[in-house]
């Protein structure tokens, strides 16, 4: 049984054709390349979304879905600090998609880039056979020496994320389960997962104070991305049980979904916030700038330590915790 971890390291292990202007290419949230000879760089990235794996129509709202369509790459720009430009859309249909559905689809979908000032600039469409599949490629741009990759976290940094965790994978299953009482008491969960916001303001703050050193953002769960930067790093991390930020909805809709609000923040991915690294000495100036940049709230969970893997603490316990998120090779899925 292969895994997702499986195939991106035997597609790395080919190599890569040699570009003088590639600076960044498989390995981080966004390629990194030269364009021109002032100091900007391009950012590219690409995500596939597939019916039935990242989305369901029968309670997906279409327009909702065409939000998230392009959020989910935009989150990836926010991982780098950079700004989004462009965008290509391949579209994948069943011959059976309502035009209503359609409309409604590209009608999120260009709210969304007007709202970030990013520009639709081609595409594919096709036909499909296994249901809705969106491919969504952005391109963005950056000050070639304020990029951050996920490769620089150090030993005795400290290991920090935006906003709570968990709020998505509890939306998610309270819409898989269809449990009506519960979308009316936590609407906020429900929209976490169908209209994801990304953190652009926030990532262009983070870069452009030169305080940080690493940063990724959370598609997958804490524990599998957390793991991303270490392996790109060559570094091993503690996260303190304590210290996860879990909203008081969360836990309480996790009780009632029978789940695990711990687990949900560990591994239930989807949260789209941003997980980053930097100094210890650079805590309050961190804390500041957040707070007077974009009004966001930080939450310091860890620490970046010599060795190899992800290490959950709780009081004495010790679990190694790495890659326990979202990986679309697992049974089940």
């Known amino acids: 049984m292969i895994s997702e971890l499986d195939v991106i390291r035997r597609i790395r292990q080919q190599g890569t054709l040699f570009d003088a202007n590639l600076l960044k290419g498989v390995g981080d949230d966004c390629a990194v390349f030269v364009t021109n000879a002032v100091e900007t760089v391009s950012l590219i990235t690409t995500d596939t979304l597939v019916e039935g794996v990242h989305f369901d129509l029968n309670w997906h709202p279409a327009d909702r879905l065409g939000h998230k369509a392009i959020a989910v790459n935009l989150s990836d720009i926010a991982a780098m600090g950079g700004t989004p430009r462009f965008a290509l859309l391949s579209l994948a249909a069943p011959s059976n998609l309502a035009l209503e559905t359609l409309d409604l689809f590209m009608q999120g979908f260009m709210a969304a880039l007007a709202k970030y000032n990013v520009s639709l600039i081609g595409g594919d469409t096709v036909k499909s056979d296994q249901g809705l599949v969106l491919s969504i490629t952005l391109i963005g741009e950056m000050d070639k020496q304020q990029?951050?990759?996920?490769?620089?976290?150090?030993?005795?940094?400290?290991?920090?994320?935006?906003?709570?965790?968990?709020?998505?994978?509890?939306?998610?299953?309270?819409?898989?389960?269809?449990?009506?009482?519960?979308?009316?008491?936590?609407?906020?969960l429900v929209a976490a997962h169908l209209e994801p916001i990304p953190e652009m303001a926030l990532g262009r703050a983070?870069?452009?104070?030169?305080?940080?050193?690493?940063?990724?953002?959370?598609?997958?769960?804490?524990?599998?991305?957390?793991?991303?930067?270490?392996?790109?790093?060559?570094?091993?991390?503690?996260?303190?049980?304590?210290?996860?930020?879990?909203?008081?909805?969360?836990?309480q809709a996790a009780k009632s979904l029978g789940l695990d609000p711990r687990q949900l923040a560990l591994a239930g991915g989807e949260d789209y916030r941003l997980l980053f690294t930097a100094a210890a000495?650079?805590?309050?100036?961190?804390?500041?700038?957040?707070?007077?940049?974009?009004?966001?709230?930080?939450?310091?969970?860890?620490?970046?330590?010599?060795?190899?893997?992800?290490?959950?603490?709780?009081?004495?316990?010790?679990?190694?915790?790495?890659?326990?998120?979202?990986?679309?090779?697992?049974?089940?899925?």
């Open 206 to 251: 983070l870069a452009n104070s030169g305080l940080i050193s690493a940063m990724i953002d959370m598609s997958d769960g804490l524990a599998t991305d957390l793991a991303h930067v270490c392996e790109e790093s060559a570094v091993g991390a503690i996260v303190h049980a304590e210290r996860l930020p879990l909203l008081p909805s969360t836990q």
């Open 147 to 188: 990029v951050v990759y996920r490769s620089n976290a150090k030993p005795g940094d400290q290991i920090w994320v935006s906003g709570f965790l968990g709020q998505a994978a509890a939306g998610l299953e309270i819409c898989r389960q269809g449990h009506s009482a519960l979308q009316r008491n936590y609407p906020e």
């Open 281 to 333: 000495t650079a805590n309050k100036n961190i804390q500041e700038m957040a707070h007077h940049a974009v009004g966001g709230q930080l939450h310091m969970i860890g620490e970046i330590v010599e060795g190899q893997g992800v290490f959950l603490h709780s009081g004495e316990q010790k679990d190694r915790i790495d890659f326990q998120g979202y990986d679309h090779f697992s049974p089940g899925l």
